[in-house]
C-alpha cells in the first residue's frame, strides 16, 4: 500500500551546516509530495511541495526535488540556522488520501 | 507515540446538514489538538487548534461559526461543520500533539451533496 518512509532522527547539526533529510515513498499513480515543518508547540506549516516529476520545491533555502526513478523527495539546505530547529515531515497527496513519514526532528546547535 | 483515532472514517450528507466528525487521543492525554484540511493533492491547510478547557483558537480565513470546535476532555474533541455545503466536501484530520512530535488521525472524508 502507499506509504511514506523518513530517516529517523534525532539530527543534530551545528549552525552552517549541510543537511539532508531523506525521503521515499511508495504511491499508485503520481501523488503530489511536500515537506511541513513542525516549530515545538505550534501546528503544521507547509515548508515546499511538487506537484509532478522532476519539479523542485523551495522554501527558506531548503529544497527537495520530486525523483520519479527513485521515489525520493530528499530535504537538502546548504546552510542551517540555529532557527531551522523544528520537526520536519515528509508528506505525499494522492486523490483520496494524504500519508505522512513519521517526523525527523532536527536540532541545530550555535 | 500516540494514538490517534477519528469518526467517522468517511460521511455523506446533504448540502445544509451539520456534520460532527470527533477526534480522539487513545492512550495520551491530549492539552492541544489541530485541525486540518486537505483537498485532493493538495497541501494540509491548518483551521484551527483546539484547546482543552477553552476556545479554540481559529486561523486566519477559517469561520469559527461554520466550524465548531469543542475540547471537552483531554482525549476528546469535535469539529462540526454546520450547515455544510458542496466546497466544504474534502479530507478533515485531526493531530495530537504530544511533547514534542505530532501524531495524526487517519482522517475524516467529508462529501456534501
Known amino acids: 500500500g502507499d506509504s511514506v518512509t523518513q530517516m529517523e532522527g534525532p539530527v543534530t547539526l551545528s549552525e552552517e551546516a549541510f543537511l539532508t533529510i531523506n525521503c521515499t515513498y511508495t504511491a499508485t499513480g503520481y501523488p503530489s509530495l511536500f515537506w511541513y515543518v513542525q516549530y515545538p508547540g505550534e501546528g503544521l506549516q507547509l515548508l515546499l511541495k511538487a506537484t509532478k516529476a522532476d519539479d523542485k520545491g523551495s522554501n527558506k533555502g531548503f529544497e527537495a526535488t520530486y525523483r520519479k526513478e527513485t521515489t525520493s523527495f530528499h530535504l537538502e539546505k546548504g546552510s542551517v540556522q540555529v532557527s531551522d530547529s523544528a520537526v520536519y515531515f515528509c508528506a505525499h497527496a494522492g486523490a483520496n488520501n494524504l500519508f505522512f513519514g513519521t517526523g525527523t526532528r532536527l536540532t541545530v546547535i550555535p | 507515540g500516540a494514538v490517534v483515532s477519528q469518526h467517522p472514517s468517511w460521511v455523506i450528507c446533504k448540502s445544509g446538514t451539520s456534520v460532527k466528525i470527533e477526534c480522539r487521543s487513545l492512550d495520551f492525554q491530549a492539552t492541544t489538538m489541530f485541525w486540518y484540511r486537505q483537498f485532493p493533492k493538495q497541501s494540509l491547510m491548518l483551521m484551527a487548534t483546539s484547546n482543552e478547557g477553552s476556545k479554540a483558537t481559529y486561523e486566519q480565513g477559517v469561520e469559527k461559526d461554520k466550524f465548531l470546535i469543542n475540547h471537552a476532555s483531554l482525549t476528546l474533541s469535535t469539529l462540526t461543520v454546520t450547515s455544510a455545503h458542496p466546497e466544504d466536501s474534502s479530507f478533515y484530520i485531526c493531530?495530537?500533539?504530544?511533547?514534542?512530535?505530532?501524531?495524526f488521525g487517519p482522517g475524516t472524508r467529508l462529501t456534501v451533496l
Open positions: 493531530s495530537v500533539t504530544g511533547g514534542a512530535l505530532e501524531f
